[in-house]
């Protein structure tokens, strides 16, 4: 059956990664002696320049009607002083409500291969494997009133729940536990916030339905320094929006690059959203440095959780296996001195493992 994927390149590094994953969407398709249809949208900056609009209508229609939506990055210099409602981020924050794609599921592993890329030491990141359940449409980033008072002497952002909310997705995180290692981490500032009580005292609540899954809870600091301290004994983490942006950035450094990192956002309904953690890293874009296999993954975990093509997605982590294992690196994650390949070359060795996979 043909699918429908949206395509939101979105700025900067965006847009090189996402030209990559059409390409390795197009391999699986043809896989499966298919045509997609993929189809492309305008988000961030550059749907600002071209409708004064960071999340135009149409780019919010086209993800509705799509089987999943993958999304690159958006951001950068260029529009970093417009209002917070027209700034690129806020096309993001949009379309991550409009899609109601409540829970960020974010793995964080360790690759064999690049076990060196990571500051930490080896024995101390072998073998981590966990993840992230990141609250994505509440919280801190969504609470109103959010707005700057008496001509701008004050400033207002609101962090607001509703237990619901809450409870949605912990339940997911709940799930995840029961199919994986059975331990769930919920992250919090209980001992300050009123907002964190109430998300434990639902953790608390939620758990009596999952007997089989052991709840731990940790204030946000802690926590911070226990994911580099001890990674390997965290399975899944649930969290705050905030609090999980944070500690997603933080987690990517135990597997060497952010350029690693893929994202699944799910709803109860609808597409899911596929984007990587990280951004549009102005600092590097246009100049085909840029790592795609965060986006890749994040492909992957597209055909697992939203085109149920288990299969493909094995392939193509399995092929993102290889060339890691093969010793292939992006600048990101080569080591002073070392050689690397650019953004095209290692997609183009990731595109032709699949396809003989998949052939
Ligand atoms: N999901 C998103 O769209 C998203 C996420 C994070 C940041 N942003 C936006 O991106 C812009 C830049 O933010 P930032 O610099 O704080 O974070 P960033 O993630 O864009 O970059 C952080 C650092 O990581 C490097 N990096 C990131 N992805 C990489 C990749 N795939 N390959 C190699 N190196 C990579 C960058 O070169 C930079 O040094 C901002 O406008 C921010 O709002 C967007
Ligand atoms: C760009 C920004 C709005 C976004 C977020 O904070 O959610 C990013 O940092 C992320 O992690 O996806
Ligand atoms: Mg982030």
């Given at each position: 059956?043909?699918?429908?994927?949206?395509?939101?390149?979105?700025?900067?590094?965006?847009?090189?990664?996402?030209?990559?994953?059409?390409?390795?969407?197009?391999?699986?398709?043809?896989?499966?002696?298919?045509?997609w249809?993929?189809?492309?949208?305008?988000?961030?900056?550059?749907?600002?320049?071209?409708?004064?609009?960071?999340?135009?209508?149409?780019?919010?229609?086209?993800?509705?009607?799509?089987?999943?939506?993958?999304?690159?990055a958006?951001?950068?210099?260029?529009?970093d002083?417009?209002p917070?409602?027209?700034?690129?981020?806020?096309?993001?924050l949009?379309?991550?409500?409009?899609?109601?794609?409540?829970?960020n599921?974010?793995?964080?592993?360790?690759?064999?291969?690049?076990?060196?890329?990571?500051?930490?030491?080896?024995?101390?990141?072998?073998?981590?494997?966990f993840?992230?359940?990141?609250?994505?449409?509440?919280?801190?980033?969504?609470?109103?009133?959010k707005?700057?008072?008496?001509?701008?002497?004050?400033?207002?952002?609101?962090?607001?729940y509703?237990?619901?909310?809450?409870?949605?997705?912990?339940?997911?995180?709940?799930?995840?536990?029961?199919?994986?290692?059975?331990?769930?981490?919920?992250?919090?500032?209980?001992?300050?916030?009123e907002?964190?009580?109430?998300?434990?005292?639902?953790?608390?609540?939620?758990a009596?339905?999952?007997?089989?899954v052991?709840?731990?809870?940790?204030?946000?600091?802690?926590?911070?320094m226990?994911?580099v301290?001890?990674?390997?004994?965290?399975?899944?983490?649930?969290?705050?929006?905030?609090?999980?942006?944070?500690?997603?950035?933080?987690?990517?450094?135990?597997?060497g690059?952010?350029?690693?990192?893929?994202?699944?956002?799910?709803?109860e309904?609808?597409?899911?959203?596929?984007?990587?953690?990280?951004?549009?890293?102005?600092?590097?874009?246009?100049?085909?440095?840029?790592?795609?296999l965060?986006?890749?993954?994040?492909?992957?975990?597209?055909?697992?959780?939203?085109?149920?093509?288990?299969?493909?997605?094995?392939?193509?982590?399995?092929?993102?296996?290889?060339?890691?294992?093969?010793?292939?690196?992006?600048?990101?994650?080569?080591?002073a001195?070392?050689?690397?390949?650019?953004?095209?070359?290692?997609?183009a060795?990731?595109?032709?493992?699949?396809?003989?996979?998949?052939?």
């Amino acid at each position: 059956m043909t699918k429908k994927i949206a395509i939101l390149p979105g700025d900067g590094i965006g847009r090189e990664v996402t030209a990559e994953a059409v390409k390795l969407i197009h391999v699986v398709a043809e896989a499966h002696g298919e045509r997609w249809s993929l189809e492309e949208g305008l988000i961030g900056g550059s749907a600002y320049d071209a409708t004064g609009n960071p999340l135009p209508e149409e780019t919010v229609r086209l993800c509705r009607a799509a089987d999943a939506v993958l999304l690159g990055a958006v951001g950068g210099p260029k529009w970093d002083q417009l209002p917070g409602d027209r700034r690129p981020e806020a096309g993001l924050l949009g379309i991550r409500k409009a899609l109601e794609v409540f829970a960020n599921l974010r793995p964080i592993q360790t690759w064999p291969g690049l076990l060196a890329a990571s500051p930490l030491k080896r024995e101390l990141v072998e073998g981590v494997d966990f993840i992230i359940v990141r609250e994505l449409t509440g919280g801190l980033y969504f609470g109103e009133p959010k707005a700057r008072l008496n001509g701008g002497e004050a400033v207002v952002d609101t962090l607001h729940y509703t237990r619901d909310e809450i409870r949605r997705v912990v339940r997911v995180a709940f799930d995840l536990a029961k199919s994986r290692r059975g331990r769930l981490t919920s992250v919090d500032k209980a001992n300050v916030l009123e907002s964190s009580r109430v998300w434990r005292e639902v953790v608390e609540e939620v758990a009596a339905d999952y007997p089989g899954v052991t709840v731990e809870h940790l204030l946000v600091d802690n926590a911070a320094m226990q994911i580099v301290t001890r990674p390997k004994t965290f399975d899944v983490i649930v969290t705050e929006n905030m609090f999980g942006d944070i500690l997603s950035d933080e987690a990517a450094v135990i597997t060497g690059s952010i350029g690693m990192l893929p994202s699944a956002s799910l709803g109860e309904k609808g597409p899911g959203l596929y984007e990587p953690v990280h951004g549009s890293a102005p600092d590097i874009a246009g100049q085909g440095l840029a790592n795609p296999l965060a986006t890749f993954l994040s492909v992957a975990l597209m055909m697992r959780h939203s085109l149920q093509l288990p299969h493909a997605a094995d392939a193509i982590e399995q092929a993102v296996y290889g060339v890691i294992e093969r010793g292939v690196r992006t600048r990101d994650l080569a080591r002073a001195g070392e050689a690397f390949v650019k953004t095209a070359e290692v997609s183009a060795m990731v595109c032709e493992d699949v396809q003989r996979r998949l052939g």
